[in-house]
């Protein structure tokens, strides 16, 4: 019998929240045994994920960086790669590095980005794990593809993680995930957003009796479901740890990876 990895526990913030809400809810939830800090990335009345990421790494310890998940279509791979990198350095090791195809049509349209079939911006979002891979390499990186192109750059800095910060993709279509199970360390499922490609996903229905339709608990959290590949988080629930109940500040939400 292999290794059994123990469950570990996520945390979001959303919205627009000042400094102190954003210190008091990162340091709150790693004293708490949270393993990871997750922030989502739109176009929306929220703040942006890697100055809150940088924030939350200066102010802890060992809280992992997660984005939930970057849009790739809205930042060129090499753009991304360095920030990640650079992230990675100063929170000595922390960032996971989430990604998606984007799904959120009335962003593009907003800010006049073209909203290609999804099999165009999953196939971008392939090459750009590629392109971010390479990059993250030692030595110069050239790649030629449908939508990047790199010529004998090599990307600075590097991140602490080698060969590289584990990858997480997001998604519940078939396709996407079966090349997070190829390209990924961790794959998201977000059976509340889009509940109807369950099925296409998981063919045998095995979610549920009723065909796998997830009903939400009345508690006010709010979790995605994630396979994981780490092994340094504490397999038992923070929100049932011994000790007094704690106040979350507004804009935090917790969840399981």
Not at 165 to 186: K, M, N, Q, S
């Given at each position: 019998?292999?290794?059994?990895r123990?469950?570990?526990?996520?945390?979001?913030?959303?919205?627009?929240?000042?400094?102190?809400?954003?210190?008091?809810?990162?340091?709150?939830?790693?004293?708490?045994?949270y393993?990871?800090l997750?922030?989502?990335?739109?176009?929306?009345?929220?703040?942006?994920?890697?100055?809150?990421?940088?924030?939350?790494?200066?102010?802890?310890?060992?809280?992992?960086?997660?984005?939930?998940?970057?849009?790739?279509?809205?930042?060129?791979?090499?753009?991304?790669?360095?920030e990640?990198a650079?992230?990675d350095?100063?929170?000595?090791?922390?960032?996971?590095?989430?990604?998606?195809?984007?799904?959120?049509?009335?962003?593009?349209?907003?800010?006049?980005?073209?909203?290609?079939?999804?099999?165009?911006?999953?196939?971008?979002?392939?090459?750009?794990?590629?392109?971010l891979?390479?990059?993250?390499?030692?030595?110069?990186?050239?790649?030629?593809?449908?939508?990047?192109?790199?010529?004998?750059?090599?990307?600075?800095?590097?991140?602490?993680?080698?060969?590289?910060?584990?990858?997480?993709?997001?998604?519940?279509?078939?396709?996407?995930?079966?090349?997070?199970?190829?390209?990924?360390?961790?794959?998201?499922?977000?059976?509340?957003?889009?509940?109807?490609?369950?099925?296409?996903a998981?063919?045998?229905?095995?979610?549920?009796?009723?065909?796998?339709?997830?009903?939400?608990?009345?508690?006010?959290?709010?979790?995605?479901?994630?396979?994981?590949?780490?092994?340094?988080?504490?397999?038992?629930?923070?929100?049932?740890r011994?000790?007094?109940?704690?106040r979350?500040?507004?804009?935090?939400?917790?969840?399981?990876a």
């Amino acid at each position: 019998m292999g290794d059994v990895r123990p469950f570990q526990f996520m945390i979001g913030t959303r919205g627009i929240v000042d400094r102190a809400t954003l210190i008091q809810g990162a340091r709150m939830a790693e004293s708490v045994g949270y393993s990871h800090l997750c922030i989502h990335d739109h176009l929306l009345a929220e703040l942006a994920p890697i100055p809150v990421l940088t924030a939350v790494a200066m102010a802890t310890e060992r809280l992992r960086l997660c984005p939930l998940v970057f849009n790739n279509d809205l930042r060129h791979p090499a753009v991304l790669a360095q920030e990640l990198a650079s992230l990675d350095l100063i929170s000595e090791g922390r960032v996971v590095v989430g990604i998606g195809a984007g799904w959120n049509e009335p962003e593009y349209a907003a800010t006049g980005i073209r909203f290609d079939p999804p099999g165009i911006r999953i196939d971008r979002m392939v090459e750009s794990i590629a392109v971010l891979r390479g990059l993250f390499a030692d030595g110069a990186f050239s790649f030629g593809g449908t939508y990047y192109t790199i010529r004998d750059y090599d990307g600075q800095p590097k991140p602490i993680q080698r060969p590289h910060p584990p990858f997480l993709i997001g998604g519940t279509r078939r396709r996407v995930l079966r090349i997070a199970a190829r390209e990924a360390d961790v794959v998201r499922l977000d059976l509340r957003q889009d509940r109807e490609s369950l099925a296409d996903a998981f063919p045998l229905g095995w979610m549920s009796a009723s065909g796998g339709s997830a009903r939400q608990p009345d508690h006010g959290w709010r979790g995605s479901i994630s396979a994981c590949s780490g092994s340094s988080a504490t397999s038992r629930s923070p929100a049932n740890r011994a000790g007094p109940p704690r106040r979350w500040p507004a804009g935090w939400k917790t969840g399981r990876a």
